[in-house]
């Protein structure tokens, strides 16, 4: 492991429990044993360090969404690629969680200027699934009246909690995607098009 990569594993690592406010330069080169000069060999400041950890764990969850959308079968309809979504969001919190945690549990310490780099990355996700649920409703998959915004907020709120709650040491990840997909399915008025979800196939071998 690069030297840059260890110093991002154990930033993230420190502000995913110290949180930002809690967590200076001296610290981290003290947790990988380095000098903080050598922090600095890498990174501006503390800002850019929070700011690559940051854009870390959203490209991780954007991809990991995408890719287990993408790999649905060409039967699939809305509902099948929106519960697809919801596994592939937690599996990407879960993937690397010190990274997703930082950005779900301290996002109001980000500084202002680190949020406005990040935007374009934050609203091109929150964009994805505004498409995948507006598809859904415009195809009558949806709740007649359903808010798609407000439906949006609130799948990805409750998703990105559950880094408050579940322990992944103590727990199976595959029975959190199942609670949550059934938990949101009081939203749809259609079935899916898929008889087994990714997740059953694997669980039947």
């Not at 599996?91 to 990040?118: C, D, S, W």
């Not at 992944?168 to 098009?193: C, D, M, Q, S």
Request: aromatic share 8%; proline share 2%.
């Amino acid at each position: 492991m690069s030297s840059r990569a260890l110093i991002l594993d154990t930033a993230a690592e420190l502000f995913s429990t110290l949180g930002y406010a809690g967590t200076g330069v001296r610290q981290i080169a003290n947790a990988v044993g380095i000098q903080p000069a050598s922090v600095y060999h890498h990174f501006t400041s503390k800002d850019r360090i929070l700011e690559e950890v940051l854009r870390i764990g959203l490209t991780q969850t954007l991809r990991c969404t995408r890719d287990t959308v993408e790999v649905l079968p060409a039967e699939a309809n809305c509902r099948d690629k929106v519960e697809a979504a919801i596994d592939g969001h937690l599996r990407g919190i879960y993937t690397n969680l010190a990274y997703t945690a930082t950005n779900i549990r301290f996002h109001g310490q980000m500084p202002v200027e680190v949020g406005k780099r990040l935007r374009p990355l934050r609203d091109g996700y929150s964009d994805y699934w505004r498409v995948l649920l507006q598809e859904a409703a415009g195809a009558g998959f949806l709740q007649v009246g359903l808010d798609v915004s407000m439906a949006r907020a609130l799948i990805l709120g409750g998703l990105n909690r559950t880094v408050a709650w579940f322990d992944l040491e103590k727990g199976e990840l595959e029975p959190l995607i199942h609670t949550a997909i059934v938990t949101y399915g009081g939203i749809w008025t259609k079935n899916r098009a898929l008889k087994v979800r990714a997740m059953d196939r694997k669980q039947g071998g």
